[in-house]
């Protein structure tokens, strides 16, 4: 073992042990370890001494060792639902190989956008966006990830690892499905703590046309400054995928009419599709048949149904295993574990306290804070931990001052929507299909350092001069 990769081993324990000791009277015992230990989880993500999913189980381990909060929490975090609908869409697209199904889509794909990465980038990111706006980020991430890989494949670049068109595409969906998520309160678990936390703090329910008007401009802006800045880093001096159109366009033609098998495997996917998005339809009729169940459910089918040449059914358990991505898995599990620490060890109340006692006014350096802290605790957690953390905070300080706490609340939910740098959360998807998590946080930084500002910006022209935005259409 190499020097370095030892003392950086050694570090991430220190830094557990240093927070520890050093919180606990400002966050409490069990909040210091809990911090500790995201901290020391950041560290070893980004210096990666070891597998970065060795690193996901350290939740598991020191909630072992100190008992921070109940361990069936933790633990339940690894197979939660968004980890079965990971699981589901698995099945669901596995047997695409087998059957052709992947290059099918994936040279119909090409054959429209065509290898232009520029209009790659455009496809890519504004799909994963408005598809995010309805649908939760990590449900939007776990279809669009297969397929986009799948017509990497297709294309010759069988390594992901390796291919230097996977890093824009594959960031595109990352990223993107974040940024939709501000897009309406159906964007995620995020959007729904945070009415649950306004609606507590109004005494009624909150109108959810209330939140697309007023966060419209920051979603259209926010949008459009992406779209430039990924352009900006990745399609300059006309880079393009290997082929071209007119060459995508015959191998899908010489693919003929779609074969029986794939067009049971596109059946059952597009019924999941339209499953997750109509689910308030059914939802009083199976309140249990969640996207996540749907998936499982229809993904579960494709070990019955026998495949047209009878010699086995279109998926196998030996296939399924050998071909999920448990890593990633697990990945995500123990970023959704880690956000339960913050949450449950009394860390995020005692960040709260702090940043409540900040002297604020309501101004320009109101709307930096609020931005800034939640971006940061997005970036190191996941979204829905920095909603839990930071509107009670927006919430509490307004009323403490007299103001009207709804700007500063669409502000704060402008500053926590979207993540860019580390493989956690949802971003652990494209990771686990072969992104390289150090390029993740290269070129995250400029976009969020860049998204951030326009989250400020607009979040501070909207206060200032659209009266509109601190007023509710019932009120």
């Known amino acids: 073992m190499k ?10 324990p220190v830094i557990f042990a240093v927070c520890s000791l050093c919180m606990k009277d400002a966050l409490t015992s069990t909040g210091a370890m809990a911090v500790g230990t995201l901290l020391w989880m950041v560290y070893w993500w980004v210096t990666r001494p070891i597998h970065m999913t060795v690193t996901a189980l350290l939740p598991i381990v020191v909630n072992a060792l100190f008992n921070i909060i109940d ?13 079965i609908l990971i699981f589901g869409s698995g099945l669901l697209t596995i047997p695409w190989v087998a059957t052709g199904l992947d290059r099918r889509v994936a040279l119909k794909i090409l054959s ?26 990590v449900a939007v991430c776990a279809l669009l990830t297969p397929i986009a890989v799948a017509m990497l494949n297709a294309a010759g670049y069988k390594e992901i690892s390796k291919a230097a068109p996977a890093v824009p595409i594959l960031l595109c969906i990352g990223w993107g499905v974040g940024l939709g998520g501000v897009g309406s309160p159906l964007g995620g678990a995020m959007n729904v703590a945070a009415i649950s936390f306004f609606e507590e703090f109004l005494g009624h329910e909150f109108m959810y046309i209330d939140w697309i008007v007023r966060i419209l401009p920051y979603f259209i802006i926010v949008s459009v400054v ?29 693919l003929g009419p779609m074969k029986r098998d794939e067009k049971i495997c596109g059946t059952l996917f597009v019924i999941a599709v339209i499953g997750a998005f109509t689910r308030p339809l059914y939802s009083e009729i199976l309140p249990g048949l969640a996207p996540a169940f749907v998936f499982v459910t229809l993904g579960t089918l494709s070990f019955f149904i026998v495949a047209a040449d009878k010699k086995s059914t279109l998926l196998t358990w030996e296939t399924a295993q050998s071909n999920s991505l448990w890593g990633m898995m697990l990945l995500f599990g123990g970023g959704l574990a880690l956000g339960k620490l913050i949450n449950l060890s009394g860390a995020g109340d005692g960040i709260a306290d702090i940043m409540s006692s900040f002297n604020l006014d309501g101004g320009f350096l109101t709307v930096v804070v609020l931005v800034v802290f939640s971006t940061l605790i997005s970036e190191l957690t996941n979204s829905t931990v920095s909603a839990a953390v930071t509107i009670p905070i927006a919430l509490g300080f307004a009323t403490k001052l007299g103001l009207n706490p709804l700007p500063f609340w669409l502000i704060t939910i402008m500053g926590y929507n979207s993540e860019f740098l580390l493989p956690i959360s949802v971003r652990a998807i ?25 989250a400020i910006l607009v979040g501070y022209a909207c206060l200032k001069f659209w009266p509109a935005f601190g007023e509710l259409s019932y009120m």
Request: net charge positive; with cysteine.
């Open 112 to 137: 429209i956008v065509g290898p232009s990465m520029k209009s790659q980038i455009f496809v890519w990111l504004f799909v994963s966006i408005l598809m995010s706006t309805t649908l939760p980020n």
């Open 3 to 12: 020097k370095t990769t030892m003392i950086n081993i050694c570090i991430g």
């Open 226 to 254: 992406s779209l430039f800045v990924l352009i900006a880093m990745f399609a300059r001096g006309g880079q393009r995928l290997e082929g071209t159109k007119e060459y995508f366009q015959k191998s899908y033609r010489e």
């Open 71 to 83: 361990m069936g929490i933790v633990t339940s975090q690894y197979f939660s639902d968004s980890i």
């Open 430 to 454: 494209p990771v686990g299909y072969g992104l390289d998590s150090n390029k993740m946080m290269k070129y995250g930084i400029p976009v969020m350092i860049i998204r951030s500002l326009v």
